[in-house]
């Protein structure tokens, strides 16, 4: 595993160095950002995992949903989809999960089809001091922004959603010390977001590394199938050609709304 933290410390000095934006030397994307998968609550869950698992999980079937606002009306992937997003010319080929995180897979979907991330540069990319993530998505360009809805002149904002393995339904707005069934390994796509767990918008990122100790915080919703290659290139600054939906557009419902 690239990132197989040794100690608690240095664990939590990246993930501090990273939140204040971003590690020197040879890091890219030092800009500071409201919008990080690495924030001191995941530095904090690696404590907890360590000690007791205080966090309960809420369900669906706990009425988890109805704490969210409107969360019946949001996208949602039901079944799998393919995205493949061209970078510099070059494709790179994402499977996308509904089956396990339908409303962050589907919030994806809608906004791909909507061309949101056409033209949107990567403002965030970490490679030291080890292989961290690509993160893109953020219509400001600075890791501040999110998808603003036309209609309603918004945020869009999607809930947590974590899915446990061995459970039937996803947890929804808090994070968990379970382990998860989608997992940060190597040339995962995930959601950024904030302190906040229902801040994720239209911010995403791909893991340059296995990150198990991002499991649980932040979440995964898609896997790299073809084109790994392309996002170990990613540069700072680099620019979003296209991104399409090549399969499944069928599975989502609720989109374009």
């Known amino acids: 595993m690239w990132l197989k933290i040794p100690n608690l410390f240095f664990a939590f000095a990246i993930v501090t160095a990273l939140t204040l934006g971003g590690c020197a030397g040879n890091t890219q994307g030092s800009s500071s950002t409201d919008t990080n998968p690495t924030v001191t609550e995941a530095a904090q869950k690696t404590t907890d995992k360590e000690t007791t698992d205080s966090t309960q999980a809420v369900s669906v079937a706990d009425n988890a949903s109805e704490s969210f606002p409107g969360m019946k009306d949001l996208p949602r992937l039901e079944g799998k989809a393919t995205v493949v997003m061209t970078v510099g010319g070059s494709p790179i080929t994402i499977e996308l999960d509904g089956d396990n995180a339908p409303i962050t897979a589907g919030n994806f979907v809608d906004l791909v089809q909507r061309g949101v991330y056409d033209g949107l540069v990567f403002h965030r ?133």
């Open 125 to 257: 990319v970490v490679r030291s001091p080890e292989p961290f993530v690509v993160q893109g998505g953020d219509p400001k360009g600075n890791g501040t922004g999110g998808f603003i809805d036309e209609k309603t002149k918004t945020e869009r904002r999607i809930p947590l959603e974590i899915k446990p393995k061995g459970a039937e339904q996803p947890v929804y707005s808090k994070t968990i010390t379970q382990a998860p069934v989608l997992e940060h390994k190597r040339g995962v796509v995930a959601m950024a977001r904030s302190q906040m767990p229902d801040s994720a918008s239209s911010q995403f990122y791909f893991t340059l590394a296995d990150l198990a100790f991002l499991d649980g915080n932040y979440a995964v919703f898609g896997t790299v199938t073809d084109g790994m290659e392309v996002v170990d290139k990613i540069q700072q600054g680099d620019i979003i050609d296209s991104a399409k939906v090549t399969a499944g557009a069928d599975n989502l419902k609720n989109g374009g709304k």
